[in-house]
């Protein structure tokens, strides 16, 4: 519960982030530090074997070049952003920005410590329903749970201060009520398919899934914009430093791929 609670205060954060600093460094300050913390975290509570025998060099190296290609990608961005006019940097507010973004990321890890910390409770799960394929649910549901509760409290908020309650009842929104739905089942799901994904991996589960998880994101994020028309007008010098961070990306994929063997 505690996790979740964190969890979710980490993504208010990164969101509260996007209109002081832009969804490009935004998100990679925050994507940056998820994959770091949401690595190193499930190393020290499980104190994973392999670590101890000083062979968990190729994990370190894919976290690492992870992180790199999430700022190539953010930085990508970033110019796309002032070529095409859409940046948001917010003058004097960027150090807050910046802040939310790295303090929101960090939390967020709190995610995948949770999967590390309830890896027993997946474990009787599995031993108790052998045939079933998603016993990290068991974990997930009271993180999930608790994790909605600073959000919810936030849009309350929000909704009570600028009294915009009466636009919930305006009857040509249907279509953002379909995209939401959409949005919440695709994602819900990739968060069923990572924990089963990581459990099956074994005790290195959490601590090679989660930069994969991530750099997946990132790479299919790039992948939608492109088929969506997001980089037209963005400019060679934008459009290289994006493939160049994917490819850093699918290197590290590679790199851990290979580490959880």
């Not at 949401?38 to 690492?64: C, H, M, S, W």
């Not at 108790?128 to 909605?148: C, K, R």
């Not at 819900?188 to 899934?209: C, D, E, H, W």
């Not at 790039?222 to 493939?243: I, N, R």
Request: aromatic fraction near 8%; include cysteine; hydrophobic fraction near 50%.
């Amino acid at each position: 519960g505690v996790l979740g609670l964190l969890w979710g205060s980490g993504v208010l954060l990164l969101g509260l982030s996007f209109p002081l600093v832009g969804v490009a460094v935004g998100a990679a300050v925050g994507l940056g530090c998820a994959a770091a913390a949401g690595t190193l975290l499930p190393i020290l509570y499980t104190d994973t074997p392999k670590f101890q025998r000083n062979e968990g060099a190729p994990v370190l190296l894919g976290v690492i070049i992870v992180i790199i290609g999430v700022g190539v990608c953010g930085l990508a961005g970033r110019v796309r952003e002032r070529r095409q006019g859409t940046g948001t940097m917010v003058p004097g507010q960027s150090m807050r920005g910046f802040l939310f973004a790295s303090v929101g990321g960090t939390l967020t890890a709190a995610l995948n410590l949770a999967l590390a910390a309830g890896s027993t409770i997946a474990a009787v799960v599995q031993q108790q329903h052998p045939t079933t394929q998603a016993a990290s649910i068991a974990i997930w549901l009271p993180v999930l749970l608790t994790g909605g509760i600073p959000g919810l409290w936030f849009t309350l908020r929000e909704l009570r201060r600028h009294r915009s309650t009466g636009l919930f009842r305006r009857t040509d929104i249907g279509v953002y009520w379909l995209l939401v739905a959409i949005m919440g089942i695709l994602w819900l799901g990739s968060i069923l398919f990572y924990g089963n994904g990581a459990t099956r991996i074994g005790a290195q589960g959490s601590v090679v899934g989660w930069p994969i998880f991530m750099s997946g994101a990132v790479i299919a994020s790039a992948a939608w914009g492109t088929l969506f028309g997001e980089w037209k007008g963005s400019g060679g010098m934008a459009k290289a430093e994006m493939a160049a961070g994917v490819l850093c990306l699918i290197a590290a994929i590679a790199i851990l791929g290979n580490a959880g063997r």
